[in-house]
């Protein structure tokens, strides 16, 4: 066990993976990319002159993939075989061996080969893929007993697996078996690529089976429409509730109607909704709750506000404990935010608490009372944000509410217990947006004489969990292995392998910091640099809360990059734009993805519509540019930064409007400004009712101030 890890270190010092000077790499790649005959030939010359080295068996693993890949599976099987001299990678030349094989049908011969791979490479990420096919080249050569014997418990948890337990049924002679495998397939994963496959296998088998076909339950049937509406494609749930309506009884076919007429207002066909909702006679609770509640939904698109406010109360009156009704009030209570209303929003949102203190909506209907408090002057409002940090301390507004308590304490002159707050926020939330008013407000404040502060704020820190810690940089022997296995893959051309290697670990080998870090690195390198922050945020959640000196700067230059720096910072000096301004508002917009399409078909890194863009180009001289030139960086950079300005002009520099009006659109930024005014930005900033364009103003802000301090020298 400790030889191949020896080895392995061995090899990997011997030609540092990622390296594109090294000759088996460029080598690899040439191969790979272009499938010529000329670079074919080179690298099966490098093979043949270190046949006898580890480089040698590496090379055979390409060429054995690359001829996989191109369907040349005779050489491929032979070169594969060749390949397992290569200990490191082993696994992978057995593996896609089999493959190769069952290209050309020796469905046998892969069935022994894979026998036991479990046992020969216990830590491989290919196991479990590596028994799947053993078990369908089993089934495909007069084994299917034994195929489904290795099947039997436990049950499969994906599409992917049903479908295989189904076909390795049919070929056993178990028809019946593999009809309700199939149906698992059709009725649970209906958005699955195995659908399609597993419907015609159903169609097949229903006249050869007859009156034995399985008759699917009416739940399956009503879980395959659900299932399809939660995919969001509501044009094909519409259609299976249509059906359902009037072929199932009870409860699930007035379930069933109800959601036909969700689907329409899902498809924002909201009259049609409406009509067929009115006229529904749901009798089941469950249902009537579920279809008062669209209707109420419906009612408050058609502006038909009294209706809306009606249904709601109706609600309470026939289905006070439904979760329907309590969607129902929270809806109601936006409604009134959106509207800055906060003689109605309260009330629906004490209603929330009242009713299902323990529900998903409570945190943010609490917040939402606190902050009216806050903003009203009212004297429980101190009392109000002390609750919702110690009924909700994982809230979303967490950070908010101790900013906005210390800023309360601060104003009634209690300045040591406001810095007790905004210091904790430093020290728990570092990155955080509420932080950086934080800090500006310690500033502010200048020195506070030390002293105690009173028990119950002590107490009131101490009951919040304590934010993730940084994740350890000290790698073990085990995993630094893993990693250069990665690395290796990615040095060879065979990236996707390098990504599902690391994924992988991360998700299996408790490696996701070290894991992700690697995803973000090859990323990057690729310059795919939204990959590489997506990486990083899904494997290392907490990182707002790491301290800046915890993580290696590559680490934050990975998570906030800075490509296309000198147009990036010319266009923005030719607006008299911050440069790390405009930086954390691509990384909210795009992600620097140029290739960025918003769902409102906003283009590219700093996300302009392409009539805006047309707009832009005439003033700067433009004309005629096309939606596509969008995705060129140059041209989203200038664009967009004249964009940006002409939005701060019109604000009059007011940079929070300003980010509110790019995101949002200037015409809801300049409604919220007709709703309220305030003198003070981060109370406006709060008072945002869209709660998207909340978080994006407060992340461009909050992200700005990192990018100055990591590139700001």
């Given amino acids: 066990m400790c030889a191949a890890p020896l080895l392995f270190l061995l090899v990997s010092l011997a030609f540092p993976a990622g390296s594109q000077n090294d000759p088996l790499f460029s080598l690899s790649h040439k191969f790979l990319e272009t499938d010529s005959r000329s670079a074919r030939q080179a690298l099966a010359q ?34 594969l075989a060749r390949a397992e001299k290569a200990p490191e990678l082993a696994d992978y030349a057995v593996y896609y061996q089999a493959l190769a094989l069952v290209g050309a049908n020796d469905h046998a011969s892969a069935a022994r080969l894979l026998a036991d791979f479990s046992r020969r490479f216990p830590s491989s990420p290919l196991v479990s893929a590596a028994l799947a096919q053993r078990v369908e080249s089993l089934s495909l050569s007069s084994h299917a ?60 088998l229903r006249p050869k089976l007859g009156s034995r076909y399985p008759r699917p339950t009416p739940a399956q049937r009503l879980g395959r429409a659900d299932a399809l509406a939660f995919a ?96 129902a009030l929270f809806n109601a209570g936006n409604y009134y935010v959106l509207e800055n209303d906060a003689e109605h929003y309260v009330p629906y949102y004490r209603a929330v608490l009242e009713n299902f203190p323990t529900g998903h909506n409570a945190p943010a209907a609490h917040w939402k009372i606190a902050w009216h408090a806050y903003v009203a002057r009212r004297p429980d409002a101190e009392q109000l944000l002390k609750d919702h940090i110690r009924l909700f301390p994982a809230s979303a507004q967490l950070t908010a509410a101790l900013y906005w308590l210390g800023r309360r304490t601060e104003a009634e002159g209690n300045p040591r217990v406001a810095r007790a707050y905004y210091n904790y926020l430093e020290t728990s939330y570092p990155h955080a947006y509420h932080t950086v008013l934080a800090r500006d407000s310690l500033k502010k404040m200048g020195p506070v004489a030390d002293g105690p502060v009173p028990p119950e704020v002590s107490q009131l820190l101490a009951g919040i969990p304590s934010a993730p810690p940084p994740p350890s940089q000290q790698i073990l022997r085990e995993a630094s292995v893993f990693l250069d296995r990665a690395r290796l893959l990615d040095g060879l051309g065979l990236a996707d392998l390098a990504q599902s290697e690391l994924r992988f670990r ?9 894991a992700g870090l690697e995803l973000a690195q090859q990323a990057a390198e690729r310059g795919s640099y939204h990959q590489a922050i997506r990486f990083l945020k899904r494997y290392t959640p907490g990182y707002l809360s790491f301290p800046l000196d915890s993580m290696p700067r590559r680490y934050w230059e990975l998570l906030f990059p800075l490509p296309w720096r000198e147009a990036l910072e010319n266009y923005s000096r030719q607006q008299e734009l911050d440069p790390y301004l405009v930086a954390a508002l691509i990384r909210q917009e795009s992600e620097f993805n140029p290739g960025a399409v918003s769902r409102a078909r906003a283009r590219g890194l700093m996300q302009i519509l392409p009539s805006t863009g047309r707009r832009l180009g005439r003033n700067l001289g433009i004309h005629r540019l096309s939606a596509n030139a969008l995705f060129i960086p140059d041209t989203s950079l200038k664009l967009g930064t004249l964009h940006l300005r002409r939005v701060l002009d019109q604000y009059q520099g007011r940079l929070e409007l300003a980010l509110a009006g790019y995101n949002a659109g200037e015409h809801r930024a300049d409604k919220w400004l007709s709703l309220v005014s305030f003198s003070d930005p981060a109370e406006w900033v709060e008072n945002i009712p869209f709660t998207e364009t909340r978080t994006y103003v407060e992340a461009v802000l909050r992200n700005a101030e990192l990018y100055r301090k990591l590139y700001g020298g």
């Avoid at 066909?269 to 109420?296: D, I, S």
């Avoid at 299996?508 to 070290?514: F, I, K, P, V």
């Fill in 145 to 204: 007993k034994e195929a489904q014997s290795m099947l039997a418990t436990p049950a499969p948890s994906t599409a992917a697996g049903w479908m295989l337990l189904a076909q390795v049924a049919e070929r056993a002679g178990e028809p019946i078996r593999a009809a309700q495998a199939y149906q698992r397939v059709y009725y649970e994963f209906p958005a699955s690529p195995q659908q399609s496959a597993a419907q015609a296998a159903l169609q097949a």
């Fill in 506 to 514: 991360a998700e299996s080998n408790g490696l996701a910091y070290h």
């Fill in 232 to 327: 969001q494609q509501y044009k094909a749930a519409r259609s299976e509730y249509r059906a359902l309506a009037v072929q199932l009884k009870g409860q699930l076919r007035e379930q069933a109607a109800a959601r036909v007429a969700e689907c329409d207002y899902n498809l924002r066909a909201n009259l049609a909704a409406y009509r067929a909702l009115q006229k529904l006679k749901l009798t089941q609770p469950e249902a009537a709750a579920e279809g008062l509640y669209y209707l109420a939904l419906c009612a408050r698109r058609l502006k038909k506000v009294e209706e809306f406010t009606s249904q709601v109360a109706q609600l309470g009156k026939q289905h006070p404990n439904s979760p329907w009704r309590e969607e």
């Fill in 46 to 79: 490098f093979a043949d002159e270190r046949k006898a080295e580890t480089e040698g068996a590496l090379a055979r693993l390409v060429l054995g993939i690359g001829d996989y890949q191109e369907k040349r599976y005779s050489s491929a099987t032979e070169e």
